[in-house]
């Protein structure tokens, strides 16, 4: 038996057509949702995520903006960066991308954007709200995440979760959306003793460690739903190439479903990112909210 792929791809051009469809209705009365991204210093892998969502957002028909700054930007001019896209009213979305330069507080600068328009949902404020089961901006990739799941799996009340990993960015809002839906969680991180016991237990496994090809197919339960979230750019074979924290070849050979890298969580993060834009400019203009693109 191998396991189904998760087509994150084609769920995200769902997705994106779902949010397209929206911003054209929101046209006809003289609203375009915009989305403004920030990027500090120059890394190449950032600067390809950063070129894919201006891509995709125009795509979407909404606005994009996309600001450079150099690597020595210093805290206050980043600072005052975020307060005038906070001020503008065509600014919907504020994204700065992550990780910042050492030198620069990024928890004073995420906590800097306007609650309303964090569409990483990464300000203190959101955090608090996702922890506590009230409406919030979700983290794009988790909600990507549990788009898949719900799809997949429908409700996913007492199921075992368990997510290796436990940043501020995937793990921790990833448990809580688990949590949300009734699932009975476990976050493992570097110092869980006997790993390969608990990701064993897993109806949903989502890997968001940053190892490549980490969790091999015997840790998995048979028939679990893999969501792997990890993005390894390594070397093998003389070439480049992308790969995540599940071992694929062996893990598809036990669970039932598992999303592919590239092609799985990645393109997904986008689209909940243009998701939370649109869902963003609905509420600054106080109109209802697109059913199906938030939790
Ligand atoms: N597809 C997408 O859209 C996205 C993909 N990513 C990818 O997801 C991965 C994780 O990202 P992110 O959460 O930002 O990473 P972080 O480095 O912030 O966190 C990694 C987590 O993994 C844990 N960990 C590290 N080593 C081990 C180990 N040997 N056993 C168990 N746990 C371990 C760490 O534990 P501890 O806390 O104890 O140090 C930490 O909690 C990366 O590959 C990243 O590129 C990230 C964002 C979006
Ligand atoms: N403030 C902030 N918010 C983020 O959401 C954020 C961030 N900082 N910093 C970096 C990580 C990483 N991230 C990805 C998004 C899309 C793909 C993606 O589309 N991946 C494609 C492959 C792309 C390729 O070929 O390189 C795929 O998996 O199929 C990957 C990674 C968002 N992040």
Redesign the pocket.
Known sequence: MTAELIDGKAFSVRVRGLVGAHVTRLAAQGIVPGLAVVLVGEDPASEVYVRNKGIQTREAGMNSWEYKLPADTSQEALMAQVAALNADPAVHGILVQLPLPKHLDSEAVINAIDPSKDVDGFHILNVGLLGTGQKAMVP??PL?CLMMLRDRLGDLSGLNAVV????????KPMAQLLLGESCTVTV?????RD?AEVCRRADILVA????PR?IPGDWIKPGATVID????RISEDGRTRLVG?VDFDSAVQVASAITPVPG???P??IACLLANTLTACCRAHGLPEPEGLTV
């Open positions: 794009c990739t990507g290796v990993g436990r940043s501020n960015i995937v793990g493992a991180h570097s110092r869980t790993l968001a460690v940053g190892r980490m979230v990890g993005i390894n924290d799985g969580v990645g997904m993060t």
